[in-house]
C-alpha cells in the first residue's frame, strides 16, 4: 500500500531513541516551560523547563546506575502522570533499561501480575495516589516488606524484583515506615557514577534495543505485555506534533495516562517535539480542567469523549472563559464553548493500535472535514496495511472489498511478551488486528468496527475474558459473559448477563462490589442483568454465544428506560 507523504520521519535515524530525543528537545527548546504542575503542593515545582528536565533525568540515570541497573533490565513505573513519571521514563532510557508502565488503577493483583510478567527488577513507584496506598498494599500483599534490605528483595511471587523505590510527596514518610528507599536514596548511589560514564552507556542505546513493555487488555485474561523498540515512541512523538499541527506556542492539557501508548506519544512525546507546554494532572476532575484551561490559556485538550461531555456539563462550563481552545475536535461538546464553529481541526481521520504504539496510518488535522469523518487516512511511512479474508487470510484487493485489517512495519510492536510470534504472525509477517474494514481505490483505510468480542470503553480496551474469570469467583453465579453494549459517550459500556447457581439469590449490587475487589475500576460492569437460563442461547460447548446476548442486554436496558453515565436507553 501507498505511504502517505504528508507526514516525514525525522532525517537522522540514529537520533530515534528516548534519551536522544531528549537531547533534541532539550537543545531545540531549553529555556521553554516543559511541564507545569497546575497547583503543586507538598513544595513540588511548578514549572520544569526543558533544561532542567534532562538534567533532573540525567540524575536519576546516574543513580539507577549505581543501583544496579544494566542495559534490558526491566524497571517498572508505578506514578500518575507528573514530572517524576516523565524523569524516570527519560532516566531509564539513559541507561538502556526497558520502561514498564503500571496501570495505576490496576487491582494489587493485576499490579502483581504486571511485576512478574514483566521480569521488573525494580519498581519506582510513589507512595500514594488518591485513596490508594500503593506502597502498603505491595506491604500487606508481602508482609516481608517493612525491614527489608533495600536491593535485596527476596519474593517467589516477584522472584526478579529486588527493589522498590518510592519518588514524589510522601517518599521519604514511605521509606522509614516500610523499609524501602526514597528518590534520594536513588540519588546518592548516582555519586560515584560520572557524566562520561552515563554518556558512554547512553551511546549504546540503539533504536532497535526494547525500550517500552506496555501491558493493554486484549483477548485473554490477562494484560498482553507488547514490547516495543526505542524508535517507536520517539517517532511516534514526532509524527503525532506534525499531524496535529502543534508549535512552541501551544499550552497543552492532558488526561490521558502514561501507562498507555496514546498518553505517551499523543500527549508527552508530541508536546515535547513541538516545545509546547504541557499541564501535567495526576487525576481529571471536570471543575479543575475548566478552571485550568481558563486560567493557563489552554490552546489543545487531550480528553476521553466522556469527560470532556462531563466538562461541557459541569456548571462551571457556562461561566469559564474556554476561548484559547483552538486544537478540539468539532464534535466535543466543548466545541461550542470556545467558540468554534468550523470543523477545521481534528485527528480522528487516523487508525491504530498499541501493537503499532498509536498511529498505524492518518490524516493531517487540517485535511478536508470531509475526508477526516469518512476514513482513517492512508497507511503512514515505513508502515503496510491489507486486508485480508478474516477466515482463510487471503488478501483482499483494494476497493468495496470489507475484510480484516492487517498491519506490519517502522512502529509495530518486537511482539508480545513472552508470547511465541508464530501464534499472532503470519507467514509474512503481519498482524491480525481483529478490526473490520477496507482501503479505497485512493489508498485510504476505512475502520468499521471490531471483529472480536474485545469491549472498548472510555479509550480502554477491556477483555471479557478478564471479567468473566473474576466471575468465577462469585459464588451463586452460574453461568455469565461479559459484552460491550454501544453508548454513545463512552463508545461501550460493560454489561455482564448472568445466571444464578440454583437456589442462589445474589442481586446485582452485590455481585458489582464482589468485582470491584477484583477489577480495576474502569472494568467494573455497569450493570449486571440477571437472566433465566432458558432466556440465552448456548454455543454447542454450553457457552454463551455473545452477539445475540449483546442484543437481549441492550432490549432489557431500553425495556427499563436504564439511564447510564447520562444517557438513557429507550425503546
Known amino acids: 500500500m501507498e505511504t502517505s507523504p504528508e507526514l516525514a520521519l525525522q532525517p537522522d535515524a540514529s537520533r530515534l531513541t528516548w534519551p536522544r530525543f531528549l537531547d533534541d528537545v532539550a537543545e531545540r527548546h531549553g529555556d521553554r516551560v516543559a511541564l507545569w504542575v497546575h497547583g503543586g503542593s507538598g513544595g513540588a515545582r511548578q514549572a520544569l523547563r526543558f533544561g532542567e528536565l534532562r538534567t533532573a533525568a540525567r540524575d536519576l540515570a546516574r543513580g539507577l546506575m549505581g543501583a544496579g541497573v544494566v542495559k534490558g533490565a526491566r524497571v517498572a513505573l508505578l506514578m500518575a502522570n507528573g514530572p517524576d513519571w516523565v524523569v524516570a521514563s527519560f532516566a531509564v532510557g539513559l541507561v538502556g533499561g526497558v520502561a514498564v508502565p503500571v496501570n495505576t488503577f490496576a487491582t494489587p493483583a493485576e499490579r502483581d501480575y504486571i511485576l512478574a510478567h514483566s521480569d521488573a527488577s525494580l519498581l519506582l ?52 515506615r516500610f523499609g524501602i528507599e526514597s528518590g534520594a536514596d536513588l540519588l546518592a548511589h548516582g555519586r560515584d557514577v560520572s557524566e562520561a560514564l552515563l554518556d558512554a552507556a547512553s551511546a549504546q542505546v540503539h533504536p532497535a534495543d526494547d525500550g517500552l513493555l506496555i501491558y493493554t487488555s486484549g483477548t485473554t485474561a490477562h494484560p498482553k505485555g507488547v514490547l516495543h523498540r526505542q524508535r517507536a515512541a520517539v517517532i511516534q512523538s514526532w509524527r503525532f506534533a506534525e499531524a496535529m499541527a502543534l508549535t512552541a506556542e501551544d499550552i497543552v492539557l492532558t488526561a490521558q495516562p502514561f501507562f498507555w501508548t496514546a498518553g505517551i506519544a499523543m500527549s508527552l512525546g508530541a508536546s515535547l517535539a513541538a516545545g509546547a507546554r504541557l499541564i501535567l494532572e495526576p487525576v481529571f476532575d471536570a471543575s479543575r480542567f475548566l478552571e485550568i484551561i481558563e486560567s493557563q490559556r489552554v490552546s489543545t485538550l487531550h480528553a476521553w469523549p466522556h469527560q470532556e461531555k462531563a466538562m461541557a456539563e459541569h456548571p462551571d462550563a457556562e461561566t469559564r472563559d474556554l476561548s484559547s481552545l483552538a486544537k478540539i475536535e468539532f464534535s466535543s461538546p466543548l466545541a461550542p464553548l470556545a467558540g468554534i464553529a468550523r470543523d477545521e481541526w481534528g485527528t480522528y481521520g487516523s487508525y491504530g493500535l498499541s501493537e503499532t504504539f498509536t498511529l498505524a496510518s492518518a490524516l493531517p488535522s487540517s485535511a478536508p472535514a470531509a475526508l477526516r469523518s469518512a476514513t482513517s487516512g492512508r497507511a503512514l511511512p515505513g508502515m503496510k496495511l491489507r486486508i485480508v479474508d478474516p477466515e482463510t487470510g487471503d488478501v483482499l484487493t483494494r476497493g468495496e472489498a470489507k475484510g480484516e485489517i492487517a498491519v506490519k512495519g517502522l512502529t509495530f510492536m518486537r511482539g508480545y511478551a513472552k508470547v511465541e510470534p508464530e501464534l499472532y504472525l503470519d507467514d509474512e509477517g503481519f498482524f491480525r488486528t481483529q478490526d473490520a474494514g477496507s482501503v479505497d481505490a485512493d489508498g485510504h483505510l476505512h475502520w468499521t468496527g471490531r471483529l472480536s468480542n474485545l469491549i472498548k470503553t472510555g479509550g480502554a480496551n477491556v477483555s471479557p475474558l478478564e471479567i468473566e474469570a473474576a466471575l468465577t469467583t462469585c459464588a451463586g453465579v452460574g453461568v455469565a459473559a461479559a459484552v460491550g453494549v454501544p453508548h454513545p459517550v463512552l463508545g461501550e459500556i460493560i454489561v455482564v448477563c448472568a445466571v444464578r447457581a440454583p437456589g442462589a439469590q445474589i442481586e446485582e449490587s452485590e455481585l458489582r462490589t464482589l468485582l470491584r475487589g477484583q477489577l480495576a475500576a474502569y472494568k467494573v460492569p455497569k450493570r449486571v442483568l440477571f437472566f433465566e437460563a432458558d432466556e440465552l442461547n448456548f454455543t454447542g460447548t454450553q457457552k454463551l454465544q455473545t452477539a445475540p446476548l449483546r442484543e437481549l442486554a441492550l432490549a432489557r436496558l431500553r425495556a427499563e428506560g436504564a439511564e447510564i453515565e447520562g444517557v438513557l436507553y429507550q425503546t
Open 125 to 176: 513507584t510513589q507512595a500514594s495516589m488518591g485513596s490508594r496506598d500503593f506502597v502498603g498494599e505491595m506491604a500487606e500483599r508481602h508482609g516481608d516488606l517493612p525491614g527489608a534490605q533495600p536491593g535485596r528483595l527476596r519474593w517467589g511471587a516477584l522472584p526478579h524484583l529486588r527493589r522498590i523505590v518510592c519518588l514524589g510527596e510522601g517518599a521519604k514518610r514511605a521509606a522509614e
